[in-house]
């Protein structure tokens, strides 16, 4: 019983962290990478589909962002969906493959990104709390229940904190790291 409570936090404990470096990964900084591109997806012979499934997106270089279809017709509708997208960004297509220059972030829109960030951390510790906060009552409720021992609630409730404390750390981390890329010019 403890062990599975246990496990399943630490489990849903390093969701909710990959959940905020992915969605940190999304922000558009100064800089190009392919994980600006991830929430778009494209129709494709009837279904939508994610853009990394019918085309490469590489960044060559520190600004730019290639996009290179697998199949040249889809060419236009990966053009369409990027610019149907709130990234604003504006794809250049050449016929063979479609380059997106990423700007330069002006001040104001490097601090309006760094809160959006600092929201996105902070919605991952709430959710890192409120899986502590489940585990725990999952456990003082077995403790009535004289299922375990109260030795046992209270240990097994300090592991559980110790996963809460590394975990938030590892999204102070990550939001401090993203909040300097942000803020590079």
Not at 51 to 77: D, F, T
Not at 142 to 156: G, R, Y
């Amino acid at each position: 019983m403890i062990e599975e409570t246990k496990t399943d936090s630490k489990t849903r404990m390093h969701l909710a962290v990959e959940s905020v470096r992915s969605e940190l990964a999304r922000l558009r900084s100064g800089k190009a990478t392919p994980a600006l591109l991830d929430g778009i997806t494209v129709p494709y012979y009837g279904s939508t589909v994610p853009l990394k499934q019918v085309a490469n997106v590489g960044a060559p270089e520190p600004r730019l962002l290639v996009i290179q279809p697998w199949e040249k017709k889809m060419l236009s509708e990966i053009e369409k969906a990027i610019l149907k997208s709130d990234l604003g960004l504006n794809p250049a297509n050449d016929g063979m493959v479609i380059r997106i220059p990423i700007p330069a972030l002006n001040e104001e829109r490097r601090v309006s990104l760094v809160k959006l960030a600092k929201k996105i951390g902070e919605e991952g510790k709430v959710a890192i709390r409120n899986i502590r906060r489940d585990a725990n009552e999952k456990l003082k409720t077995a403790e009535k229940n004289h299922e375990i021992s109260e030795d046992n609630l209270h240990n097994a409730m300090n592991d559980i904190q110790k996963f809460t404390d590394e975990n938030t750390e590892k999204i102070d981390e990550i939001l401090s790291h993203k909040e300097k890329e942000i803020m590079e010019i």
